[in-house]
Nanobody
């Protein structure tokens, strides 16, 4: 079964930095999109960074200029570098991968990590 393994969460003071990683090496078929989402208590899950195949990364205004997504297609890993963190960035962060379900089909499936807690103190 496909399993995404996340790491890097923790507690950091406002203005600090934190790097998250997610390993997707259990995925056997071509990866289309890699992304990061977050969900704070009482709020909807929010996309914070996406990178489509052959496309530039996209970010919402809330994190633009502070977060950077990167992907290693050889190691099948996705990273999220976070700088100038704010208390409102506190949430559970999830990695997401969209991948093909076979070598010949155009069908795809979404895979999710278990989530890692990021807490930014003031």
């Amino acid at each position: 079964q496909v399993q995404l393994v996340e790491s890097g969460g923790g507690v950091v003071q406002a203005g600090g930095s934190l790097n998250l990683s997610c390993a997707a090496d259990s995925i056997k078929f071509p990866i289309i999109t890699m992304a990061w989402y977050r969900q704070a208590p009482g709020k909807q899950r929010e996309m914070v960074a996406t990178m489509f195949s052959g496309k530039i990364a996209k970010y919402p205004d809330s994190v633009k200029g502070r977060f950077t997504i990167s992907r290693d297609n050889v190691k099948k890993m996705v990273h999220l570098q976070m700088h100038s963190l704010k208390p409102e960035d506190t949430a559970v962060y999830y990695c997401n991968v969209e991948a093909r379900t076979s070598w010949v089909s155009t069908n795809s499936a979404d895979y999710w990590g278990q989530g890692t807690q990021v807490t930014v103190s003031s």
